[in-house]
T-cell receptor
Framework: GAVVSQHPSWVICKSGTSVKIECRSL??????MFWYRQFPKQSLMLMAT?????????EQGVEKDKFLINHASLTLSTLTVTSAHPEDSSFYIC?????????????FGPGTRLTVL | DQQVKQNSPSLSVQEGRISILNCDYT??????FLWYKKYPAEGPTFLIS?????DKNEDGRFTVFLNKSAKHLSLHIVPSQPGDSAVYFC?????????????FGKGTLLTVNP
């Protein structure tokens, strides 16, 4: 149980284009979803927290107009990187928690590798 | 200010021996701690957790010890297997905190040699 999927797993795009990444909880309803990015050999950096049906809460230094997060249902959250630039190239990972499970434990998706040319 | 610290970036052990991964924290509001295992280009996988009301939690080959007075926790893997080779992240959260945000350490790369 507690499986989280992400799509796509890998995407290459041109500078200036937008990319959408989906995060789905497959076998549970995700009360809260989190979006992280990870640079090589670095820790996971929390970008934003989202609850179904409400606006995401962004961490300090994360541009909310650039990283659009939509959490339209209890099983789906999307992250859209708008007007992507090479410095946005990174590994993006989502996680989810559920009030039905242990709310302190986050279950992670497999990640999405974004490369912006 | 790094609230969760994993001071050893890497650790190498022989197969069958014990692996001990350490983690220190500074925020006294943290009361729930987790260990995640991560392979390259994959998302972290939850391993084991411990609440601050306990000082030990065991699950198969994995045991987590918590020393609240020292603000220190450790993950013991016995016996270590080559498949355990991965990056291990320590994470902490405070109950009642905003949406149960996790604070991660920078990770320790464990290599188990056959």
């Amino acid at each position: 149980g507690a499986v989280v999927s992400q799509h796509p797993s890998w995407v290459i795009c041109k500078s200036g284009t937008s990319v959408k990444i989906e995060c789905r909880s497959l076998d549970f309803q995700a009360t809260t979803m989190f979006w992280y990015r990870q640079f090589p050999k670095q820790s996971l950096m929390l970008m934003a927290t989202s609850n179904e049906g409400s606006k995401a809460t962004y961490e300090q230094g994360v541009e909310k107009d650039k990283f659009l997060i939509n959490h339209a249902s209890l099983t789906l959250s999307t992250l859209t990187v708008t007007s992507a630039h090479p410095e946005d190239s990174s590994f993006y990972i989502c996680s989810a928690t559920s009030s039905g499970l242990d709310p302190d434990t986050q279950y992670f998706g497999p990640g999405t590798r974004l490369t912006v040319l | 200010d790094q609230q969760v610290k994993q001071n050893s970036p890497s650790l190498s052990v022989q197969e069958g021996r014990i692996s001990i991964l350490n983690c220190d924290y500074t925020n006294s509001m943290f009361d729930y701690f987790l260990w995640y295992k991560k392979y390259p280009a994959e998302g972290p996988t939850f391993l084991i957790s411990i609440s601050s009301i306990k000082d030990k939690n065991e699950d198969g080959r994995f045991t987590v010890f918590l020393n609240k007075s020292a603000k220190h926790l450790s993950l013991h893997i016995v016996p270590s297997q080559p498949g355990d080779s991965a990056v291990y992240f320590c994470a902490a959260t405070g109950s009642g905190g905003s949406n149960y945000k996790l604070t991660f350490g920078k990770g320790t790369l464990l290599t188990v040699n056959p």
